[in-house]
C-alpha cells in the first residue's frame, strides 16, 4: 500500500491550495483519513480529519479555512485550504487507516509529504 501526496506549492498570503492523497495498492477498505503537517523546528499536528462515514473534524488553527473530502470510489482525499497564512507554512502528510482484506486487520499508513509555503 502507498500513499501518494500532491498539490503542494509557494502560494501568497490570502491564496487557496489543494492537497490530494491517492492511496494504491491492495486495499479493502479505509476507513479514517487524515491530514498532518509539520513545520520547522515543530512537532507533526493533526491538522484534519475524515471518517468513513464522512464525519469532519480540525485543529482550531484551520478551522473555516480548511475543508476535508474524500472520494472513496478512487481511494482519494483532499485538504482544500483557503485564506493561507504564513503560519500554515509546512509539509503536508496524508495518514490513513485502512484493512488490505476482508480478514485483515486496520493499519495506519503514511504518505511521503509535499510542501506548501505560504510566503509573498
Known amino acids: 500500500v502507498q500513499l501518494q501526496a500532491s498539490g503542494g506549492g509557494l502560494v501568497q498570503p490570502g491564496g487557496s491550495l489543494r492537497l490530494s492523497c491517492a492511496a494504491s495498492?491492495?486495499?479493502?477498505?479505509?476507513?479514517?483519513m487524515r491530514w498532518y503537517r509539520q513545520a520547522p523546528g515543530k512537532q507533526r499536528e493533526l491538522v484534519a480529519v475524515?471518517?468513513?462515514?464522512?464525519?469532519?473534524n480540525y485543529a482550531d488553527s484551520v478551522k473555516g479555512r480548511f475543508t476535508i473530502s474524500r472520494d472513496n470510489a478512487k481511494n482519494t482525499w483532499y485538504l482544500q485550504m483557503n485564506s493561507l497564512k504564513p503560519e500554515d507554512t509546512a509539509v503536508y502528510y496524508c495518514?490513513?487507516?485502512?484493512?488490505?482484506?476482508?480478514?485483515?486487520?486496520?493499519?495506519?499508513?503514511w504518505g511521503q509529504g509535499t510542501l506548501v509555503t505560504v510566503s509573498s
Open positions: 495518514n490513513a487507516d485502512l484493512k488490505k482484506t476482508f480478514w485483515a486487520g486496520i493499519s495506519n499508513y
Open positions: 495498492g491492495s486495499i479493502y477498505s479505509i476507513n479514517a
Open positions: 475524515i471518517s468513513s462515514g464522512g464525519s469532519t
